[in-house]
């Protein structure tokens, strides 16, 4: 059996190793090399922007509000009349994602509300087609390509409106329509806006994966858009795993990829007030790319498009430190020191990236260090800084009493070989007072 380079694909997309016969064992090695070619931009990456926009932007309370708040279809509807935002408000967020120092957005074409920010020859129910008469999709490729972004759709598999939304999982006759409609949807989405970037599925209730004939959707996907990168969310591992408001990494190597509020609400929410703070922000930041991941962080504008006042702050400041401090996070890698009360790490090659958050004075250390340091600067001043170094820690000496950089103060380290941390052999091997 001969596998032909689309089926292979649609096997990736798929992830499907009982179908690995011997001839697609041999194509394996193929396969990984085509996902890591797919996805090298987005490792290096590392950063994006995921935004929340929808008629739930107009309410106000939350894009969960409708099924919460127990929201009739009818009466929720009406929003389509007064979601009238300015125009290419998508480039607000875009300049702004740019200069946060992020690579890519993703944002929301479909979310469970149902309503489309596409044009859509399967709906009436989408912004071209009712008040707002405009492609909002369209807006947003044009604003993230404009800044030099990746541009990704997220689109939300399970709808709300939809009369065969939930009706699919035991009306045979519904389900094949539903699906007709999901997947000629998603066909929309990855013709008619040029090259995309990334495909986000969201919440595949109620069907399983044959039910939404997802291997067929991931395969439709890979010959629309050779190199593209789709996440697990059709209930196929697809190319990357998406933990949701918590930063665990993958095992054995696969990609993932923490998506993350900014407050409590992925959709515009008037009073959520739980922000994070910057700091929280760049040592999430951090704490991916030490581990090999990626962090997409959202940002939910008003129904006009506007970004809240509270969310441009936080990425501004957050670009800030970027500015300064970015080398450390593009294409940096797994990093094994991660011991530390005060402080994160990340890794490029044998340079080691000292985060300090809570900056302690003179001197900062790192305990158990296994490598040799050669040299030590603070990463934005590139001023040079003395250590010593015996088995047990290497210490960082006469270094201001405040901390020189906000809010995370780096340290570059360069080491003679991959910095790596032994905390065993401190608490076993540090001596103990003598008997
Ligand atoms: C969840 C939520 C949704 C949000 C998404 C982002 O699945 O249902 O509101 O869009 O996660 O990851």
Redesign the pocket.
């Known amino acids: 059996m001969e596998l032909s380079r689309r089926d292979y694909l649609g096997l990736l997309g798929a992830g499907a190793s009982a179908a690995m016969t011997a001839a697609g064992a041999a194509g394996a090695a193929e396969g990984d090399a085509d996902r890591e070619r797919r996805m090298r931009w987005w490792h290096e990456a590392r950063f994006g922007m995921?935004v929340?926009w929808g008629l739930y932007s107009v309410r106000g309370r939350h894009?969960?509000a409708m099924e919460n708040e127990a929201v009739p279809v009818d009466e929720y509807a009406q929003l389509a009349r007064r979601f009238t935002p300015k125009p290419n408000a998508a480039r607000a967020w875009a300049k702004l994602a740019k200069q946060a120092g992020q690579k890519y957005m993703v944002m929301?074409t479909k979310?469970?509300e149902g309503f489309c920010l596409f044009n859509s020859k399967y709906t009436s129910y989408c912004a071209p087609k009712q008040a707002c008469g405009r492609d909002l999709v369209r807006e947003y490729v044009d604003a993230a390509r404009a800044e030099g972004l990746r541009v990704g759709f997220?689109y939300?598999l399970m709808d709300w409106h939809h009369p065969d939304g939930a009706r699919c999982a035991q009306d045979e006759a519904a389900r094949r329509r539903f699906v007709d409609y999901i997947h000629g949807q998603i066909r929309e989405l990855l013709t008619n806006y040029g090259k995309i970037d990334i495909l986000w599925y969201?919440?595949a209730w109620p069907l399983d994966p044959a039910g939404w004939e997802s291997e067929k959707m991931n395969r439709m996907v890979f010959q629309l858009q050779p190199d593209i990168i789709v996440n697990n969310r059709n209930k196929l591992p697809g190319d990357f795993s998406?933990p949701?408001q918590h930063i665990t990494a993958e095992k054995g190597g696969r990609a993932w990829e923490t998506?993350m509020t900014m407050n409590d609400s992925?959709?515009y929410q008037r009073a959520d007030d739980d922000w994070k703070s910057p700091k929280t922000v760049v040592r999430n930041l951090i704490t991916c790319s030490r581990d090999g991941g990626n962090f997409l962080f959202n940002i939910g504008p008003r129904g006009d498009g506007s970004i809240p006042e509270e969310s441009v702050r936080i990425l501004t400041a957050v670009g800030q430190w970027m500015d300064r401090n970015s080398s450390t996070i593009y294409g940096s890698d797994p990093c094994r020191v991660r011991t530390s009360v005060y402080s994160n790490f990340t890794r490029k090659g044998n340079t080691l990236y000292q985060h300090v958050h809570f900056w302690p004075g003179s001197p900062v250390i790192v305990a158990g260090l296994q490598t040799r340091v050669k040299s030590a600067r603070l990463l934005a001043s590139g001023q040079p800084v003395k250590f010593q170094q015996d088995h047990l820690r290497v210490q960082f000496l006469n270094l201001p009493e405040k901390a020189p950089d906000e809010p995370v103060t780096t340290l570059a380290i360069e080491c003679e070989g991959e910095p790596v941390q032994d905390m065993n052999m401190v608490r076993t091997q540090r001596k103990r007072e003598r008997a």
């Open positions: 995921f929340h894009e969960w929301t979310h469970h997220y939300s969201d919440v998406t949701e998506c992925w959709g």
